[in-house]
């Protein structure tokens, strides 16, 4: 099993909102990454947990709030967002954390959010 | 300031033909990747490069690494029209925060 699974692929949501996008992961992965790629962009890391510990925030405004449950799980909490947050969020996951490994990421499919 | 540039940002080209896809970055790293996007779509790994002098092949693409002059080349062979998509190579940099440093991508048009 070489997949990470995201949901929902689509979320249309309003500024007033709580949702979440849930990731998952079965590669027996300790790295987990939540990126945020806007249109003709590259992706933009926004958050990183190694073992299960939040080990990079890239200094992502606080209605982004993350989370990883176990090593397999990684969920990202959305709450008074704006518009310009409409995105396509990718979730990823690797080994380890760079370092010790080939470091190569593997993606998920995306969760695209509309914000309105 | 760690920096990723790839050229050029917009590629057309027609079957058959070869073209190569350059990627520098501005500090000095040991780990070079490239990926595929499609449009609307995630990214696909296509190459894993972790030392000087590294080369991998897949089909029509070739990806080498030149660490001393801070340099990866994607090279296109024989194009063909699925080839089209956006082309990103990332960097992570030695001595860094373990982040994954994107380029801008490479758009790449494979006309019949």
């Known amino acids: 099993d070489t997949e990470v699974t995201q949901t929902p692929k689509h979320l249309v949501m309003g500024m007033t909102n709580k949702k979440s996008l849930k990731c998952e992961q079965h590669?027996?992965?300790?790295?987990m990454y939540w990126y945020k790629q806007k249109a003709k962009k590259p992706p933009e890391l926004m958050f990183v947990?190694?073992?299960?510990?939040?080990?990079i925030n890239e200094s992502v405004p606080s209605r982004f709030s993350p989370e990883c449950p176990n090593s397999s799980l990684l969920n990202l909490h959305l709450h008074a967002l704006q518009p310009e947050d409409s995105a396509l969020y990718l979730c990823?996951?690797?080994?380890?954390?760079?370092?010790?490994?080939?470091?190569?990421?593997?993606f998920g499919e995306g969760s695209r959010l509309t914000v309105l | 300031e760690l920096k990723v540039e790839q050229n050029p940002l917009f590629l057309s080209m027609q079957e058959g033909k070869n073209y190569t896809i350059y990627c520098n970055y501005s500090?000095?790293?040991?780990?070079l990747y490239w990926y595929r996007q499609d449009p609307g779509k995630s990214l696909e790994s296509l190459f894993v490069?972790?030392?000087?002098?590294a080369v991998k092949q897949e089909g029509r693409l070739m990806a080498s690494l030149d660490t001393k002059a801070r340099l990866s080349t994607l090279h296109i062979t024989a194009a063909v029209h699925d080839l089209s998509a956006t082309y990103f190579c990332?960097?992570?940099?030695?001595?860094?925060?373990?982040?994954?440093?994107f380029g801008k991508g490479t758009k790449l048009t494979v006309n019949p």
């Open positions: 990823a996951s690797s080994q380890e954390q760079h370092r010790a490994s080939t470091g190569e990421l593997f």
């Open positions: 590669m027996g992965h300790r790295a």
């Open positions: 990332a960097v992570i940099f030695q001595g860094g925060s373990e982040k994954l440093v």
């Open positions: 490069l972790l030392s000087n002098g």
């Open positions: 500090t000095t790293s040991d780990r």
């Open positions: 947990y190694s073992y299960e510990k939040l080990s």
